[in-house]
């Protein structure tokens, strides 16, 4: 039993991990790119992009206070947990004080828990987890909602995995299995029923039942299949297919979730430049960059990132531009965009980890520097 505890604790704490520590060694990781020093030239087509200056505006920050920017935050904390632990939990706290959804705060508790236990701080850990269950068990006895009902119950397994109360674990995802076979088929929005599946299919793989991740992966294509097509709007479109992506990631099938990266690129490139609103344009730039990103086009998903920094100055969508600028070989823009970053985190209210991006960028800049003694300089940079 105690091998079974710690095999699936473990599990779901690397799948929580590893985006963080990969998304940390951006900023030194240009020596392993060797011969990739010189400037990556590919046009970029209907995406021309004004030259890139050398500074941003940091007095055009905005405060976090909308449920998207709340979600930002959280999905942030996620990505650079591992990194810095009390980080984490001030800003997982100061998230929770924004929303008074109480599935919203389940959420951050979920990801304190994850904190605490990591950190070694079990009892913490489970007070939280206790927070958790408090807040939803309201929507697991009397919501009809299928996304509520979907997302109540995997906070709650995500939880209990973390902490190891393995059994309550299993009783939950058994109960939610039963709920929301008793409510997938009134669904008929592909949005909805994309969220539903992959939080089902998330709860499986927490709890290691991992044919019926392939069982509801597969589900959830066959159902979504028809409604794809008849997809219209921009937000539609990106949130169908990203909760593919997350759903393929869960099953570690790379294939799939290449085919719906390239899927989402291909629908939503032609919607974006009819985008006016600045909120969903900044949506579907992330989509768009984290997609490319995640094919290897770093020099596409370097577009679709700067064009997010226009938008949204923070330190977080700064750093994340110069990195991938540097893992597409443009040691120009890198340098550049890693300046950048220490003037943005002055006066910034949006990103939790401004003192990791900074060291992340320093780090950065030191290895850049290196790397042009050796090879005689690189271009400045000039992105059209």
């Known amino acids: 039993m105690a091998m079974s505890i710690t095999s699936k604790r473990s599990r779901v704490l690397r799948r929580l991990l590893i985006p963080g520590m990969l998304g940390f060694i951006f900023g030194a990781c240009i020596g392993a790119f060797g011969a990739g020093w010189i400037m990556v030239q590919k046009t970029v087509g209907e995406l021309q992009e004004p030259r890139v200056t050398s500074t ?26 591992y990194q810095d632990f009390s980080t984490a ?41 206790q927070q958790v269950q408090n807040l939803v068990q309201p929507s697991i006895d009397e919501s009809s909602d299928p996304w509520d009902v979907s997302r109540a119950f995997e906070y709650v397994v995500r939880s209990a995995v973390t902490v190891g109360d393995l059994d309550t674990a299993q009783q939950e995802y058994e109960a939610m299995k039963a709920r929301i076979e008793s409510l997938i088929g009134e669904i ?4 909805t029923l ?20 392939e069982k509801y992966f597969t589900e959830m294509e066959t159902q979504l299949s028809p409604m794809l097509d008849n997809l219209t709007t ?10 593919l992506v997350q759903a393929a990631n869960i099953v570690g099938d790379s294939n799939r979730s290449e085919i719906y990266n390239q899927a989402l690129i291909d629908r939503l ?10 909120k969903m344009l900044m949506k579907v730039n992330r989509y768009l960059g984290d997609a490319e990103f995640a094919l290897g086009n770093y020099d596409f998903a370097a577009v679709y990132y700067h064009d997010l920094v226009q938008l949204e100055h923070s330190t977080y969508n700064v750093y994340l531009l110069a990195s991938t600028y540097s ?4 040691y120009g823009c890198a340098f550049t965009w890693y300046q950048n970053v220490a003037l943005v985190a002055e006066n910034d209210t949006t990103s939790v980890y401004t003192d990791l991006y900074k060291e992340g960028a320093e780090a950065g800049l030191e290895s850049i520097r290196e790397f042009a003694d050796t090879v005689g300089g690189f271009p400045d940079c000039n992105v059209r």
């Open 56 to 81: 941003v505006d940091s007095n055009q920050l905005s405060p976090t206070q909308s449920p998207d920017d709340y979600y930002g935050v959280i999905n942030e904390i996620q990505r650079f947990i």
């Open 188 to 191: 008929n929005e592909a949005p």
């Open 194 to 213: 994309a969220r539903v599946y992959r939080n089902l299919i998330e709860a499986a793989s927490e709890v290691m039942e991992y044919e019926e991740t």
């Open 89 to 129: 939990i001030s800003g997982l706290k100061e998230a929770m004080e924004t929303v008074s959804n109480s599935l919203d705060q389940a959420l951050a508790h979920s990801y304190l828990v994850f904190a605490y236990e990591i950190r070694g701080d079990h009892e913490l850990a489970v007070a939280h987890y």
């Open 269 to 278: 490139k032609p919607l974006r430049k009819g985008i006016s609103d600045e």
């Open 234 to 243: 921009a937000e539609e479109i990106g949130l169908a297919y990203y909760q």
């Open 327 to 330: 893992l597409g070989g443009n």
